[in-house]
């Protein structure tokens, strides 16, 4: 059974710091792209980035280039995103989904979130 | 690419046809995703490649379209079936999703 759990979340104050992982379960890890995509409160699904099921290729949304970075260690079967400089409005839940491709693909599969709050 | 759902909220009885639609502002080919989300769950993937329900998707779910516009229909809506709807585009970066469309039960 496939499961993604995410943690690291919780409350940051703006231009703070904070990593989320996102520990994988129940399929070869290493075959799939994987995403972080994120849903402020009340709001619709807005994706975050992606990286390849090697690590070599990474892709931002425009709101997060330059202040988040997704990285991946196969080898613990673990995805993460460093968010530096975060603002109020990186508040949101954050999830973590598996594509159906090495490459990218639709998502398959999706974590329960981890609440990201920036606020001081 | 631009995704456009519609309409924003949509009332249906138990047992009638709901039929949501998605806009693209260009092409993305059938590289087009449904997925259903409920209050305080992730989504669940519905339909992939425009018109291929995912594993254990109930049949009642359908999905069709190409280039710019999709629709997915829910042949006969179950109560359970209540919850926000979004399509995706993953024929390119950014991977965009639509604003979603709100099914209620009447």
């Known amino acids: 059974e496939v499961q993604l759990l995410e943690s690291g979340g919780g409350l940051v104050q703006p231009g703070g710091s904070l990593r989320l992982s996102c520990a994988a379960f129940?399929?070869?890890?290493?075959?799939?792209?994987m995403s972080w995509v994120r849903q402020a409160p009340g709001k619709g699904l807005e994706w975050v980035s992606t990286i390849s099921s090697g690590g070599a290729s990474r892709d931002y949304a425009d709101s997060v280039k330059g202040r988040f970075t997704i990285s991946r260690d196969n080898s613990r079967n673990t995805l993460y995103l460093q968010m530096n400089s975060l603002r109020a409005e990186d508040t949101a839940v954050y999830y973590c989904?598996?594509?159906?491709?090495?490459?990218?693909?639709?998502?398959?599969?999706w974590g329960q979130g981890t609440l990201v709050t920036v606020s001081s | 690419k631009l995704m456009t759902q519609s309409p924003a909220t949509l009332t249906v009885s138990p047992g009638e046809r709901a039929t949501l639609s998605c806009r693209a502002s260009q092409s993305v080919n059938s590289d087009l995703a449904w997925y259903q989300q409920k209050p305080g769950q992730p989504p669940r993937l519905l339909i992939y490649?425009?018109?291929t329900r995912a594993t254990g998707i109930p049949a009642r779910f359908s999905g069709s379209g190409s280039g710019t516009e999709f629709t997915l229909t829910i042949s006969s809506l179950q109560t359970e079936d209540s919850a926000v709807y979004y399509c995706?585009?993953?024929?390119?970066?950014?991977?965009?999703f639509g604003g979603g469309t709100k099914v209620e039960i009447k």
């Open positions: 995706q585009q993953y024929n390119n970066w950014p991977l965009t």
């Open positions: 490649g425009a018109s």
């Open positions: 989904a598996k594509h159906t491709r090495g490459s990218g693909g639709n998502f398959d599969y």
């Open positions: 129940g399929f070869t890890f290493n075959n799939y792209a």
